[in-house]
């Protein structure tokens, strides 16, 4: 089971950036579409972008979209997520993971990092 920790968050004003980063261990990393996932309190949690494992190309929330960018490092096992012009509605626990487990319903969660977005 691949395994992940997400790191980078913290609180910042609107209009502010933030990059987070996600570790993965194991040696499955570079075969996996990952994204990364946010959860707002009393919301369920939602993909806001997502990387394929071959030609990297990436697919990004409408909500999100211009703002947020994803990448990936194969070599290093980080996904990383570029965050800028954030909102107040940004504010969330991000995570990662690979979309095929949680569409399985076999991804294990990390603890996640925590972004708040606040004057």
């Known amino acids: 089971q691949v395994q992940f920790v997400e790191s980078g968050g913290g609180l910042v004003q609107p209009g502010g950036s933030l990059r987070l980063s996600c570790a993965a261990s194991?040696?499955?990393?570079?075969?996996?579409?990952m994204g990364w996932y946010r959860q707002a309190p009393g919301k369920q949690r939602e993909l806001v972008a997502a990387?394929?494992?071959?030609?990297?190309?990436?697919t990004i929330a409408g909500s999100v979209k211009g703002r947020f960018a994803i990448s990936r490092d194969n070599v290093k096992n980080r996904l990383y997520l570029q965050m800028s012009s954030l909102k107040s509605e940004d504010t969330a626990v991000y995570y990662c993971?690979?979309?095929?487990?949680?569409?399985?319903?076999?991804?294990?969660w990390g603890q996640g990092t925590q972004v708040t977005v606040s004057a």
């Open positions: 194991g040696n499955m990393f570079s075969f996996y579409t």
């Open positions: 990387i394929s494992n071959s030609n990297y190309s990436t």
């Open positions: 993971n690979a979309p095929v487990f949680v569409a399985r319903g076999s991804a294990y």
